[in-house]
């Protein structure tokens, strides 16, 4: 399933999703409402893949917007990005990386006290 959604949704390394981070981008994390709770990128976006096709439109009515997904292994990601194309979001992209490699590539994150 996950290969199949990589040949619809690019996937892209954490220079690309930094890059996209101060380029206007909307960073969309597909991870549970917990995961967030322990730490998310800064100015990300909370739609858990669950309820992506259900929310996204309250986030975002551009389809031309570039949209970089991300989660905490890629997995997500990639199947988030491809819905979002098939949706018609046509920018939609998926981090390789999960949370923790970004975080430790040095984007800026907000983390609990």
């Known amino acids: 399933m996950i290969d199949e959604a ?3 949704a ?3 390394d954490f220079e690309k999703v930094k890059a996209l981070c101060g380029s206007g981008a909307l960073v969309l994390d597909v991870r549970e409402p917990n995961e967030w709770q322990e730490g998310h990128l800064e100015g990300a976006v909370a739609i858990p893949r669950g309820v992506l096709e259900m929310k996204i439109s309250d986030e ?6 570039p949209i ?3 989660c905490a292994s890629g997995g997500r990601a990639v199947l988030a990005a491809a819905t979002l194309r098939k949706m018609g979001y046509i920018a939609a992209l998926a981090s390789k990386a ?3 490699d970004l975080q430790a590539a040095g984007l800026p994150c907000n983390k609990p006290d």
Request: charged share 40%; proline share 0%.
């Open 6 to 8: 990589k040949e619809v």
């Open 10 to 12: 690019d996937t892209v």
């Open 60 to 65: 975002e009515s551009d389809h031309q917007r």
């Open 68 to 70: 970089v997904t991300y």
């Open 98 to 100: 999960g949370f923790d």
